[in-house]
């Protein structure tokens, strides 16, 4: 279990987060929404480790967690397969089942006449694709995603959720997933949870009930409406602080 218990965070003299009460269960997937600035990506580093928070705490008893950034992040000189095992050559796996690992990853994420690209040579969902291999080869238990699809076009965005939903239900994954797109949140959570900004606190938390199978674009939409017809929703969506002062 992953649990934030009233972390607060400061930079400078600006408020960034405050009181985020947040857990994340084994193999459950929670959506953290919210518009830009509220401070979702300083959150999910602060469920990384890589920010300590001015106040409150954070206790993870997953095994192992590792980061999707919005960015793949590759090594340009690598190629594919190395930099999908990447993190296993830090944890001193040997080099042949190192390559072995990574094959099966590409293979299963449909990257399998790839293995020796370069980056460059790679489109941008599936530099994606190789992010999310790395990430699953170190055998992680909890993902923690910071928009890792908003660079994407609406097309590949969602051939990307569907691969991610079923590595998360092949592997029970858990994951914590960042993203300012409510229909994205709707369709990849177990879990959505509404930030507000100025400063950064959880203003609404949903269960979705709906099998994810279930949920096509209709009900996403749907459901979208519905929570921003929630008042701290729409508040925090639709009436940003600087329009209403403006
Ligand atoms: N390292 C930093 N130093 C100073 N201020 C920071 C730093 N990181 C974030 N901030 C500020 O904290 C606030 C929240 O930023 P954060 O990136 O967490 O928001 P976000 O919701 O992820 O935004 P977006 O959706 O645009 O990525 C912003 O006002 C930002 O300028």
């Not at 469920?47 to 409150?56: R, S, Y």
């Not at 296993?88 to 042949?96: E, F, T």
């Not at 790395?134 to 097309?155: C, I, K, N, T, Y």
């Not at 100025?198 to 929570?227: K, M, N, W």
Request: net charge negative; proline share 5%.
């Amino acid at each position: 279990m992953l649990k934030l218990e009233m972390v607060g965070h400061d930079f400078g003299r600006e408020r960034t987060l405050e009181g985020i009460d947040l857990t994340v269960a084994p193999g459950e997937s929670v959506c953290l929404v919210g518009p830009s600035g509220c401070g979702k990506t300083t959150l999910l580093r602060i469920a990384a480790g890589l920010v300590t928070p001015c106040e409150g705490r954070v206790s993870d008893d997953f095994r192992r967690s590792t980061v999707v950034f919005q960015e793949p992040r590759l090594l340009p000189w690598r190629r594919l397969l190395d930099n999908i095992a990447l993190g296993l050559k830090a944890m001193g796996v040997p080099q042949q089942e190192r390559l072995t690992r990574a094959r099966a990853l590409a293979d299963e994420l449909g990257l399998a006449e790839r293995h020796d690209h370069y980056p460059h040579e790679l489109s941008g969902g599936m530099q994606q694709r190789v992010a999310l291999a790395r990430a699953l080869a170190v055998d992680a238990d909890l993902l923690l995603l910071d928009e890792p699809f908003s660079a994407l076009d609406v097309g590949l965005r969602s051939e990307a959720q569907t691969l991610l939903l079923g590595l998360l239900a092949r592997r029970n994954i858990a994951s914590l997933l960042v993203t300012h797109d409510l229909t994205e949140a709707l369709r990849l959570g177990h879990r959505v949870v509404v930030m507000s900004p100025s400063p950064g606190c959880i203003v609404h938390e949903q269960r979705i009930e709906r099998p994810f199978a279930e949920r096509d674009t209709a009900f996403l939409y749907e459901a979208a409406g519905a929570l921003l017809r929630q008042p701290a929703v729409a508040e925090s969506f639709l009436f940003h602080q600087d329009e209403v002062s403006a």
